[in-house]
């Protein structure tokens, strides 16, 4: 076993190892189905008055809110040769370090390595700027990683997405956030969580009507 599925294999049952063959070479495909949190979100939310509630209670957390759902990507890179196992292993580490023991500045280090590695992979940007806004609170500097992840992956709906959550919920930056989402919606039309977040967002605007359509959109997505 090499460190990367070491890593992983540390998390016991709530990671899932699958070992597949492809071109003749032993490909190790890791799918972490959680890393702190669990992928079990409702959808329910019917209007405005649910999704209010739903809000309120904290019960829609978006995955691309969270460092630990972007490493499943990082792991899919790592096996198909695109990025390098030595930078998986780094944001592997970084994301552990901050879901399970709350070491923020340790797994910061970690992506700022994997960074080096690698000064071109986006996601490592995405990662370690959802690591600034929800570990450290420093959005400015969040928002400057996650330009850079767009930068690199114009065509990122969850780069896009995340953003907009940024300015959303770190900084009140309603209009900005609106206009991530938008981008967001464009790139992914059938992105739920794009569109229950602009609603979000107009009802903080005091635009009932379109946050309403934006709900009704959730719940025809995500029945």
Do not use: C, W
């Not at 953003?163 to 989402?181: E, V």
């Not at 969580?193 to 946050?211: F, M, Q």
């Amino acid at each position: 076993m090499n460190e990367l599925s070491a890593i992983a294999a540390q998390k016991g049952g709530r990671i899932v190892m699958k070992v597949s063959r492809r071109t003749g070479i032993l490909a190790l495909v890791v799918f972490l189905l959680t890393i702190g949190f669990s992928y079990d979100r409702s959808f329910a939310v019917h209007a405005l008055v649910e999704g209010l509630d739903y809000t309120s209670q904290g019960k829609f957390d978006e995955p691309f809110d969270e460092p630990a759902t972007e490493i499943l990507k990082v792991i899919e890179d790592a096996t198909d040769k695109k990025i390098k196992n030595e930078t998986a292993i780094h944001l592997l580490r970084g994301v552990v370090l901050y879901t399970t023991k709350g070491h923020v500045d340790e797994a910061i280090a970690e992506y700022n390595r994997a960074i080096k590695l690698n000064p071109n992979y986006a996601k490592a940007y995405l990662i370690r700027g959802l690591t600034y806004a929800r570990g450290k609170g420093q959005y400015d500097q969040a928002i400057s990683d996650i330009n850079k992840a767009i930068e690199l992956s114009p065509s990122s709906a969850e780069a896009y997405l995340t953003r907009g959550l940024t300015y959303a919920r770190g900084k009140g930056q309603y209009d900005q956030a609106i206009s991530d989402y938008n981008k967001a919606i464009a790139l992914n039309p059938s992105s739920a969580k794009a569109h229950y977040n602009r609603g979000i967002a107009y009802v903080e605007k005091g635009e009932l009507d379109p946050a309403i359509a934006d709900f009704n959109k959730t719940l025809e997505l995500n029945p």
